[in-house]
């Protein structure tokens, strides 16, 4: 499993706008590499049970399957990885309580990508990119610098926040190894179409500037 294929389209699910699962499921069949489960304010058994219904489609699939700030869901559920935020559990941790999670590390400044990779993160989620509905009173990244974080880590950055079909060329050309998505997706009214949609501008993408 080559980790910077399987982050190419990150998608995150909102329950606020699909359910967890169906929303999943269509895009996964749609062309999703990875799905992020996110449920800010569940419970935690509820969070394992769509936890394991979300880890049989990605395996279904052969998606990579990740936890937003729950390692011990994360670990109960059987998901590839972890991903935490500046205010969660620190990444030294989390590596070494779960050696075998995939983790990856939130970062909105250059800085913060810098100290993630040095603590052992395996991506950066970079970001926030755009605007965004789905996240207030957030920390602007914004492309310029989304630019500077790609040259200096040497670990896959995929970006995040109010990006969408229009805008992610503009993201992909600054060298990023994949796009982050949560409302330009589970927010359509056909989300298999959606991700298809948006699956197909980043492989295009990438055919385009293997030729050159």
Same mark, same amino acid.
């Given at each position: 499993?080559?980790?910077? %294929?399987?982050?190419?389209?990150?998608?995150?699910?909102?329950?606020?706008?699909?359910?967890?699962?169906?929303?999943?499921?269509? *895009?996964?069949?749609?062309?999703?590499?990875?799905?992020?489960?996110?449920?800010? @304010?569940? !419970?935690?058994?509820?969070?394992?049970?769509?936890?394991? %219904?979300?880890?049989?489609?990605?395996?279904?699939?052969?998606?990579?399957?990740?936890?937003?700030?729950?390692?011990?869901? &994360?670990?109960?559920? #059987? &998901?590839?990885? *972890?991903?935490?935020?500046?205010?969660?559990? !620190?990444?030294?941790? /989390?590596?070494? +309580? &779960?050696?075998?999670?995939?983790?990856?590390? $939130?970062?909105?400044?250059?800085?913060?990508?810098?100290?993630? %990779?040095?603590?052992? *993160?395996?991506?950066?989620?970079?970001?926030? +990119?755009? !605007?965004?509905?789905?996240?207030? #009173?957030?920390?602007?990244?914004?492309?310029?610098?989304?630019?500077?974080?790609?040259?200096?880590?040497?670990? !896959? /950055?995929?970006?995040? =926040?109010?990006?969408?079909?229009? $805008?992610?060329?503009? /993201?992909? @050309?600054?060298? /990023? @190894? =994949?796009? *982050?998505?949560? $409302?330009?997706?589970?927010?359509?009214?056909?989300?298999? @179409? &959606?991700?298809?949609?948006?699956?197909?501008?980043?492989? #295009?993408?990438?055919? #385009?500037?293997?030729?050159?």
């Amino acid at each position: 499993m080559k980790l910077r %294929e399987k982050l190419k389209l990150y998608v995150i699910t909102d329950g606020r706008l699909a359910d967890e699962v169906e929303g999943t499921e269509k *895009a996964l069949k749609g062309g999703a590499t990875t799905i992020q489960l996110r449920m800010k @304010e569940a !419970p935690t058994r509820e969070m394992i049970r769509v936890g394991k %219904e979300i880890r049989k489609l990605t395996s279904e699939y052969e998606a990579l399957f990740f936890v937003n700030d729950r390692v011990d869901v &994360a670990l109960a559920v #059987d &998901a590839d990885g *972890a991903h935490v935020g500046q205010e969660d559990m !620190p990444v030294e941790l /989390v590596k070494e +309580i &779960a050696p075998n999670l995939i983790v990856g590390v $939130s970062a909105s400044s250059l800085e913060e990508a810098i100290e993630a %990779e040095k603590g052992g *993160a395996d991506y950066i989620g970079a970001g926030t +990119i755009f !605007p965004t509905v789905t996240k207030e #009173d957030v920390e602007f990244l914004g492309l310029e610098a989304l630019e500077e974080v790609v040259k200096r880590v040497r670990i !896959p /950055v995929v970006a995040i =926040g109010g990006i969408n079909h229009e $805008s992610a060329l503009k /993201v992909l @050309e600054k060298g /990023v @190894e =994949g796009i *982050a998505v949560i $409302s330009a997706i589970m927010g359509a009214e056909d989300i298999e @179409e &959606a991700t298809r949609r948006m699956r197909k501008i980043i492989d #295009d993408f990438f055919k #385009d500037h293997e030729k050159d």
